[in-house]
């Protein structure tokens, strides 16, 4: 069973601004109610406003919750694998974004790719295209006129949600409520507007927004507030169901929508690898470059959005600009978007290079103790994003953990007392790690998880705690053995030499291929993994057996020498014992996804 749905942070950011504006609209009509036309109750319209507003959001949020929770790996994927170029990227970015119902879906997982470097900054330019294209199927949906129907989905969906024992069919449930509540608050919102027809000072009000200055910026403004652009449209879309907002307006509200977008993608890269903040800098550069584009052929999109519109026949005044404007809002945002992508799909490096030029690479300063690399909180909003950035940190510790058994091999060959305090900093560095790594699945655990996603989680909890575990070994057990043979001036022979640079050879291997299988996904290393324990074992049995065969006829000084190499084969035999149990884990993890597909 998977957990109660919950607040995602992008949403308790959207309910908060939504408080505050509410509460300055209601101090507003306490300060000025005795000037206020007693023809309109504003405490109603403003509820109806803000109220259908909060259940629009939450539709929002509910519905791309299903839907990642359903599909999110599928999608996810298919952004990571079919980005090979321009046209593919921008394909993909509109697929995935239209679905998502949420570009800042899509953004967080387009940086989290670069920053692990599966996908070039580049390739994120068409996929940020083709995301803003993506952005507006939820425009196109709004515009159909279905809201009597709103509460059929919800009741549906919440049946589906609250009544199944399968995780898809909740998930479905929850897509479907997320819907009905959209078209619900798009109702509540424009009922709301409706008594506003006849209030002249507000009607002056929106015929300012003709200004596409004006509109642009109201747009960017509520956008950024908000952090949505399918909220500005929808209002916009519900004043025009209700005949008060003009065409021009409509698309002025709706360039600065695309404008204000961006503040989500800026506020998400503060304090981010420098590759974050790049792909948020193409984000701003090709909203902003295609706004100013069109800012001067306002009027000619507008024509174009009517010339593809349908026509409201039979009906005049308001009543035909109620029908009609909806629609040519929703296709002219879809138009201009479109548009864009032909006009910059060619020159896409450019924006990359200009993204890279404006936000040039850091000079870090040499830092003894590590940092988390890839731990983006914004990558919560997609639980597998998240996990593989759990999975590319853990890796950074097996790379650790390679240098300090380097550092051990070079010591016992050089003859020389291992590095106490060089030991001591990459342990640190692999418990920094190590920390960060739990505090961040803590954070994954409180978002709601699939049953696959809940084992995916307890195996990050189990390699990290593995990983601390063999730093640990090879810091205090390792090195004192080490110590020991250089104290004893301990020379094997070369039979002795070779067994032991096998077996440690052997154990490195399973810890590269436990990195590998973190890093991309690779089940076939973990089988290799589990594959390895025969020739393993037959190699320590051989070597036991030599040195049980040389113990007969030995000195008692040769009794250090047996214990220094028996305790270290067995020690080093140990650690691949832990690679083994942890492989197995995820190979369980591998079944449980195929049983899914099936």
């Known amino acids: ?94 697929l995935v974004t239209g679905l998502l119902n949420s570009s800042s879906v899509t953004t967080v997982l387009v940086i989290g790719f670069v920053t692990v470097e599966i996908m070039t900054l580049q390739q994120s330019v068409a996929v940020i295209m083709g995301a803003n294209i993506g952005s507006t199927v939820t425009a196109q949906l709004l515009a159909f006129n ?15 949600t609250f009544t199944s024992k399968q995780d898809k069919i909740r998930y479905y449930g929850m897509m479907l409520m997320g819907i009905g509540m959209v078209f619900f608050g798009m109702g509540v919102m424009s009922e709301a507007m409706a008594p506003m027809r006849t209030y002249e000072p507000f009607i002056d009000f929106l015929e300012q927004m003709k200004n596409p200055i004006l509109g642009i910026l ?48 800026l506020l998400a890269s503060l304090g981010k690898p ?85 936000v040039p690479e850091k000079v870090e300063k040499k830092e003894v103790m590590i940092t988390p690399k890839y731990l983006n909180e914004d990558a919560l909003a997609m639980p597998s994003t998240a996990f593989d950035n759990v999975r590319f940190e853990s890796a950074r510790s097996i790379e650790l953990i390679k240098d300090m058994v380097s550092i051990l091999q070079i010591a016992s060959k050089e003859r020389y007392n291992p590095p106490m305090d060089k030991l001591q900093t990459l342990y640190q560095n692999v418990r920094i790690l190590e920390n960060a790594n739990l505090l961040y699945l803590g954070k994954i655990r409180q978002l709601e998880l699939t049953e696959r996603d809940s084992l995916v989680h307890q195996n990050l909890m189990s390699t990290n705690t593995m990983l601390e575990g063999i730093a640990y070994t090879l810091q205090t057990e390792i090195r004192e053995i080490v110590k020991k043979a250089v104290e004893i001036d301990y020379k094997p022979s070369q039979t002795t030499q070779d067994y032991i640079r096998q077996v440690v050879n052997t154990t490195l291997h399973a810890l590269a291929l436990t990195e590998k299988g973190l890093k991309e996904h690779d089940y076939a290393s973990f089988e290799e993994i589990l594959e390895m324990k025969k020739p393993y074992k037959e190699l320590l049995n051989k070597f036991m057996q030599r040195k049980s065969e040389r113990l007969a006829e030995a000195r008692e000084s040769y009794l250090d020498v047996v214990k220094i190499e028996t305790t270290l084969v067995n020690t080093f035999y140990h650690i691949y014992h832990l690679n083994r149990l942890l492989a197995k884990q995820w190979i369980k993890e591998q079944k449980l996804l195929e049983e899914e597909k099936l």
């Open 1 to 94: 069973m998977v957990a109660a749905p919950s607040l995602n942070n992008m949403l308790k950011h959207q309910m908060i601004a939504l408080f505050l504006l509410s509460s300055i609209f209601i101090s507003y009509l306490y300060a000025t109610k005795e000037t206020l036309p007693p023809s309109v109750d504003w405490f109603e319209s403003g509820m109806g406003l803000f109220g259908g507003l909060a259940l629009f959001l939450a539709g929002l949020d509910q519905l791309t919750e299903g839907l990642k929770m359903a599909a999110g790996d599928a999608l996810k994927n298919i952004l990571q694998k079919l980005t090979t170029n321009r046209v593919m990227g921008v394909i993909t970015g509109t």
């Open 218 to 265: 109201a747009g960017a403004a509520f956008t950024g507030i908000v952090q949505s652009s399918a909220a500005t449209v929808g209002i916009s879309i519900a004043l025009a169901s209700e005949g008060l907002l003009s065409l021009p307006a409509g698309i002025a509200l709706a360039l600065g929508a695309n404008i204000g977008t961006c503040v989500t993608a």
């Open 146 to 160: 279905i809201t009597k129907f709103a509460l059929l989905p919800v009741a549906i969906g919440f049946f589906m």
């Open 274 to 358: 420098v590759e974050a903040v790049r792909t948020s800098i193409v984000h701003v550069l090709f909203n902003v470059i295609g706004v100013l584009i069109w800012l001067p052929f306002i009027a000619y999109l507008s024509d174009i959005a009517v010339a593809i519109s349908p026509v409201a026949e039979g009906l005049e005044g308001m009543e035909k600009m109620a029908y009609e404007v909806p629609r040519q809002i929703a296709n002219g945002n879809t138009f201009f978007n479109i548009a864009n992508v032909f006009l910059f799909i060619l020159i896409t490096p450019l924006f990359a290079k200009a993204a890279t030029k404006l």
